[in-house]
């Protein structure tokens, strides 16, 4: 097996303190049109300004509990709330500050994250107001059809700097965007979508996989050992409007699933591991009329304290559309002073962009 290579997403320039801005609002969710979502309690941005050329500072607000993105049972904010928080922060910031037409489709190429400080995301008796300190680059920009842009952020709680994150994406009209889907996607109605490739694969039990609901389980096995990302159109969370292909956010959902059962069921990892760092790379769209195989290269820790790596490659047909490399810490967190842990016992049993 390949080394896999360690994940580094430190942001160029100016390091230190984080940057807090009395003025930023965390009042009420920005429009939901703005964050391209459908369900106004998915919006998590609240608040953004432009500081200077490029760099803006975002305001998010967490929720204490959410019905996926749920704190773990040390109380320690859900990892991928960084991811799609992030994706938010530049489709708001595209569309409010530069000029990008609310008709455009986003699509992805990559995104990361590392968190620096898990006690900083601990959940408290409110909800945690989450600033972004972002940097703005055009990349590979065409204006009016094509935008092309990164953005680099420093995340901080409170002005407690705790994790560094990016994505990079591209902005297309509507005409450019059917150009660059993939011949053969046709076909790809919901109900037609929903049956194909998961008949073949048996959906892993929500605990298996870190999950409380049956159906937040993303993750299936064939007969044979095969890994399968199972899709549910469905879902409140994971396809909160309908589209053509399978979302970024629910490919790493599938990873970060099988990283769950591998890392903790697999290598004799404690069960308060946590997720530190991702790294996500998009070739290509996934469709939704095909099955999507996960394949998984484990690197394990050197000693007891070291970091679980691991790679996740999701395939369709005998295309790449996207690699995840995550990194676990194999250690449990206890809860910051003065903040209780948080449980989820007393309740139950815890691309494109």
């Not at 320690?76 to 910031?93: G, I, K």
């Not at 769950?260 to 004799?268: F, K, N």
Request: hydrophobic content about 45%.
């Amino acid at each position: 097996m390949d080394q896999l290579y360690e994940l580094s997403t430190r942001v160029p320039g100016e390091t230190g303190t984080a940057v807090v801005d009395a003025s930023l609002k965390f009042l009420q969710p920005v429009s939901r049109q703005l964050v391209h979502r459908a369900a106004v309690a998915e919006v998590f941005i609240t608040d953004a300004l432009q500081v200077s050329e490029g760099r803006f500072l975002v305001g998010a607000q967490w929720p204490r509990d959410h019905a996926l993105y749920y704190p773990d049972a040390q109380g320690v904010s859900d990892p991928l709330l960084l991811t799609e928080t992030v994706r938010q922060a530049v489709v708001y910031l595209a569309h409010e500050y530069c000029g990008i037409p609310l008709g455009h489709r986003f699509v992805g190429s990559d995104t990361h994250f590392e968190i620096t400080d898990h006690e900083a995301l601990v959940v408290g008796g409110t909800p945690l107001h989450v600033t972004l300190d972002a940097r703005w680059s055009w990349v590979a920009n065409r204006p009016p059809r094509r935008f092309g842009m990164q953005v680099e952020a420093v995340v901080s709680v409170a002005g407690r700097e705790c994790a560094r994150a990016g994505l990079s994406v591209c902005a297309v009209d509507e005409k450019l965007y059917r150009r660059l889907r993939w011949r053969g996607a046709q076909g790809q109605g919901r109900d037609g979508a929903a049956r194909v490739g998961h008949l073949a694969a048996t959906r892993l039990p929500a605990a298996d996989v870190g999950r409380l609901r049956a159906k937040d389980s993303v993750l299936g096995r064939t007969e044979a050992g095969e890994w399968r990302l199972l899709v549910d159109l469905h879902h409140a969370v994971l396809f909160d409007h309908p589209g053509d292909h399978i979302p970024l956010m629910v490919t790493l959902e599938g990873a970060r699933q099988l990283g769950h059962r591998l890392v903790h069921r697999r290598h004799g990892a404690p069960a308060g591991a946590v997720l530190r760092a991702v790294r996500v790379d998009c070739p290509a769209f996934a469709g939704l009329d095909e099955p999507v195989r996960l394949c998984a290269e484990l690197q394990p820790p050197a000693s007891a304290s070291d970091v679980t790596r691991l790679r996740v490659t999701a395939v369709q047909r005998e295309d790449t559309v996207a690699t995840v490399t995550m990194e676990w810490l194999p250690r449990v967190l206890p809860a910051a002073p003065g903040k209780a842990a948080f449980s989820r016992d007393t309740v139950g049993s815890g691309a494109a962009v």
